[in-house]
């Protein structure tokens, strides 16, 4: 091969995450984060922004070495402060119009050999200076989508047996598979996704169970759902009106669980890869919808940290249903990168939920969304009980149930 990374699907995939993933509309500006490894991507997001009218792209690099050296030679007291005045500024940009477009890539365990005190602390005032940004994201006030970079320290960890340029080729021929850029036209091949997704969301619409029970090794677990909840999947409406594909890939059907009403036991299916740090062997049980007991095998300090952030943290704010067949699960990969992971098997997520997973949520005031049961947090982290090992029945209002998912397929 001369390239790891194939360029003229590279250059797809920067045409799908502008025109299906956001959708970009003229005259819109696009704020675009990125780690700096991916700048042939965001170069070429660029190229496909300002063709589609684009007002103007500002893009914001991170760096895995610049965040290490934080950890390395940076104030032991400085660990508490986040660039807050920045997220104020997304905000503002959102309010004004701008579409949000991140890249994710960089190396999934850069920090799980960092103090886990101080990586707690750092992601804590992260998550609670993002608040204004995330708010704005979670109720899709604007258009904004994530697609993948096949970053090399990520692409080794998926990937230890080969060497870096085979790694690195392998990664970014699945992200090209799973991000559907390997069709022929993959703008009508993601029309064509959007509407058997929109299919199954219908489906369970339609049927507006009380409950989901997952049943499977090592999980015995009843998600109640929030009252007049609305399964989402695919392309959904933002708020400025653009019809956008928040991820890409995606193969989830979503709602929100009733953050009171969920009980039992439930296990990880795969390790959650969390700001650096691997979770692994994740179970814990929940009374009442809340967590009372939590472990992993590794990385379990971190878990707890995480379950302390706030109130709502040791509560659902997402149910998700993904079957174990997918281009995703198909490539036999452990991705350890939430996008990837999440949409290759079923999931639940702790903390904030999406008020759009309500019938007019859109404009449903906070207070409202509480009193149907959606919680309310300064994390959202998903992480996957699905496997070809797990059934899943929806119980009725009526208390009846129905088969949903079958040993990880729809029933
Ligand atoms: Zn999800
Ligand atoms: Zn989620």
Same mark, same amino acid.
């Given at each position: 091969?001369?390239? #790891?990374?194939? @360029?003229?699907? +590279?250059?797809?995939?920067?045409? &799908? ?8 509309? #003229? ?7 990125? @780690? ?22 500002? #893009? ?6 610049? $965040? ?6 940076? $104030? /032991? ?25 991140? &890249? ?32 704005? %994201? ?21 990937? @230890? ?9 392998? *990664?970014?021929?699945? %992200? ?7 069709? /022929?036209?993959? &703008? ?15 489906? +369970? ?6 409950? *989901? ?5 090592? $999980?015995? +677990?009843?998600?109640? *759902?929030? /009252? ?19 991820? %890409?890939?995606?193969? /989830? ?23 650096? $740090?691997? %979770? ?18 590794r990385g379990e300090a971190v878990l707890r940290k995480v379950l302390d952030t706030d109130e709502g943290a040791r509560r659902l704010g997402e149910v998700a249903l993904v079957p174990h067949a997918s281009p995703i699960s198909d490539s036999g990969l452990l991705f350890y990168n939430t996008l990837f992971d999440e949409n290759a098997a079923s999931h639940i997520a702790l903390g904030q939920c999406y008020a759009t997973c309500f019938h007019g949520g859109d404009t449903m005031p906070a207070d409202e969304v509480a009193r149907r049961g959606g919680n309310a947090s300064a994390i959202h982290i998903d992480w996957m009980i699905g496997s ?14 129905? #088969? ?8």
């Amino acid at each position: 091969m001369t390239t #790891p990374i194939d @360029p003229q699907k +590279l250059d797809r995939l920067a045409e &799908v995450a502008v025109r299906v993933g956001l959708n970009l509309q #003229p005259g819109q500006e696009l704020i675009l984060t990125a @780690p700096v490894t991916a700048l042939p991507l965001v170069r070429g997001i660029a190229e496909h922004a300002y063709r589609a009218g684009a007002a103007l792209v500002t #893009p914001i690099l991170s760096d895995d070495q610049v $965040t290490l050296a934080r950890y390395r030679h940076g $104030t /032991e007291t400085a660990f508490d402060s986040a660039a807050g005045w920045l997220f104020d500024g997304m905000a503002e940009a959102y309010d004004r119009g701008a579409a949000r477009l991140a &890249v994710s890539g960089g190396d999934p365990m850069l920090l799980s050999g960092e103090d886990p005190d101080k990586v707690a602390r750092a992601n804590k005032a992260m998550a609670l200076a993002y608040t204004p940004a995330r708010e704005r %994201i979670t109720r899709f006030a604007t258009n904004w989508t994530i697609v993948a970079w096949p970053d090399l320290a990520w692409a080794r960890l998926v990937s @230890p047996d080969l060497d870096d340029e085979a790694a690195q080729h392998r *990664l970014a021929e699945a %992200i090209f598979a799973a991000s559907r850029v390997d069709h /022929e036209d993959p &703008v009508a091949a993601w029309a064509a996704h959007n509407a058997e997704l929109r299919r199954r969301a219908r489906w +369970l619409d339609d049927h507006a169970f009380a409950a *989901l029970h997952f049943t499977g090794p090592g $999980t015995d +677990l009843t998600v109640g *759902l929030a /009252e007049g909840h609305h399964w989402l999947a695919g392309a959904t409406v933002a708020q400025n009106g653009i019809t956008c594909n928040p991820n %890409i890939p995606t193969e /989830e059907v979503f709602t929100t669980p009733h953050r009171l009403r969920v009980e039992g036991t439930v296990r990880a299916t795969k390790p959650l890869s969390h700001q650096g $740090t691997l %979770i692994e062997n994740i179970a814990v049980r929940f009374e009442g919808g809340r967590i009372t007991e939590a472990h992993a095998t590794r990385g379990e300090a971190v878990l707890r940290k995480v379950l302390d952030t706030d109130e709502g943290a040791r509560r659902l704010g997402e149910v998700a249903l993904v079957p174990h067949a997918s281009p995703i699960s198909d490539s036999g990969l452990l991705f350890y990168n939430t996008l990837f992971d999440e949409n290759a098997a079923s999931h639940i997520a702790l903390g904030q939920c999406y008020a759009t997973c309500f019938h007019g949520g859109d404009t449903m005031p906070a207070d409202e969304v509480a009193r149907r049961g959606g919680n309310a947090s300064a994390i959202h982290i998903d992480w996957m009980i699905g496997s070809g090992q797990i059934d899943i029945d929806g119980i009725t209002q009526e208390g009846s149930r129905v #088969p949903v998912m079958r040993q990880g397929a729809w029933a």
